[in-house]
Structure formats: C-alpha cells, structure tokens
C-alpha cells in the first residue's frame, strides 16, 4: 500500500539549515505531484509547498518563499524540503502528501523540526 | 491575504448531526476552490475524508459527506460517534499551485 515516510528533521538554531527527505513507496512516484505540510504544536495544519509530478513547478507559502526549496528525486522515489535560514516560527511537526485531484490524498506521518 | 474561515468548536450528541463549514474571508467557496476535509486525533497525522467538495476518500464511512451551503464549504456528520471527537480541517484550492488550510474545528460529542 501507499506509505510516505519523513525523516530529517531534528534541532537547529535560528538562521540555520535542515533538510527534510519524504521516501515514497507503494506507488509510482514519478507520476504524482507532492505536498509538504506543517503543523506548528497546538496549531492547526499550514500547507507549506507543492511540486509537480516532474518537477517543472514548484509553489510555496507566502511564509516559507524564498526559504525553503521543494524538490524530488524519481530515481530514489524522494522528496525533499530544503530549509535555510530557519526561524522560530518554523518549528512544527512536517508532513509530506501524495496529491489527489486538488488535495492531499495520503499522508505520512511527519517528522519534528525544533528552531530553538 | 485570503483567510479560510472554520467555527473554532463545534459541539454534538451522540447519535446527532453536525455541519461544519469552511469559508473564506472574502468571496465564496465554489467547486473551483476543490474543497477537501481532513480528520486529526491528537498525536496521528491527518486522515484524508472528503475531496472535491463531496467525494468520500477510500474507506470513509457515509455518515460523512461534504457539500456546498451556500457560499461555504460544508461537512456533515450524521450519526455522530464518540470516536469522531477530534479535529477536523478544511483546504482550499487557491489556484497558481496554491493552498490554503482554514484553522480547523475542534468537534466535541457529548
């Protein structure tokens, strides 16, 4: 079955860099596009960015451009979130998802990322 | 900046029904906007419940179903059960590749 697995994330100081990796299997990843979703503690969920199937587009939140890097890895069925210059505000639990037609169709189980 | 709107809480009986709506600060929820729920218990990832305004996700009984009312987004549990307490949010398709989640609703049967 489709299984999204987050690892990468941990505690870095602010400014600092983390990059998060999503290993996608049960399906074939090369054909759906990706979400990164964030859940700050005791926040709601904040959808964070989107890449295409293959990779031509990337879109992100108005609060992470420029920061923060979406890319895949088809060969490796891996996505990535690469995150620089990191604030306190970053500090959430990180989900990556499978797209559906406009949603998030399944998700992983996310991993933590600390600013402090 | 768009904000998606959700009741901050919601209370039902068990047995009972409830809607929740997802709308948006300025203008109105359309099927363009390709409303999704998602259900949250504390600690667990999101669970994936209804996509594109009304289509239940794969093994989601239908005693949930999503619609449009009016200008909002709208899910509808009926026949409320004790497990269905926990958090429930709503996205919305923003276009140019874009999303936005509303702030969610904490449902409580009792």
């Known amino acids: 079955q489709v299984q999204l697995v987050e690892s990468g994330g941990g505690v870095v100081q602010p400014g600092g860099s983390l990059r998060l990796s999503c290993a996608a299997s049960g399906f074939t990843f090369s054909t759906y596009g990706m979400h990164w979703v964030r859940q700050a503690p005791g926040k709601g969920l904040e959808w964070v960015s989107f890449?295409?199937?293959?990779?031509?587009?990337?879109h992100y939140a108005d609060s992470v451009k420029g920061r923060f890097t979406i890319s895949r890895d088809s060969s490796k069925n891996t996505l990535y979130l690469q995150m620089n210059s990191l604030r306190a505000e970053d500090t959430a639990f990180y989900y990556c998802a499978k797209e559906g037609a406009y949603y998030m169709d399944v998700w992983g189980k996310g991993t933590t990322v600390t600013v402090s | 900046q768009t904000v998606v709107t959700q009741e901050p809480s919601f209370s039902v009986s068990p047995g009972g029904t409830v809607t929740l709506t997802c709308g948006l600060s300025s203008g109105s929820v359309s099927p363009s906007s390709y409303p999704s729920w998602y259900q949250q218990t504390p600690g667990q990832a999101p669970r994936t419940l209804i996509y594109?305004?009304?289509t239940r996700s794969s093994g989601v009984p239908d005693r949930f179903s999503g619609s449009i009312l009016g200008n909002k987004a709208a899910l509808t549990i009926t026949g409320a059960q004790a497990d269905d307490e926990c958090d429930y949010y709503c996205?919305?398709?923003?276009?140019?590749?874009?999303?936005?989640f509303g702030g969610g609703t904490k449902l409580t049967v009792l």
């Open positions: 594109s305004t009304n």
């Open positions: 890449i295409r199937y293959d990779g031509s587009n990337k």
């Open positions: 996205v919305l398709y923003m276009g140019s590749g874009t999303w936005v």
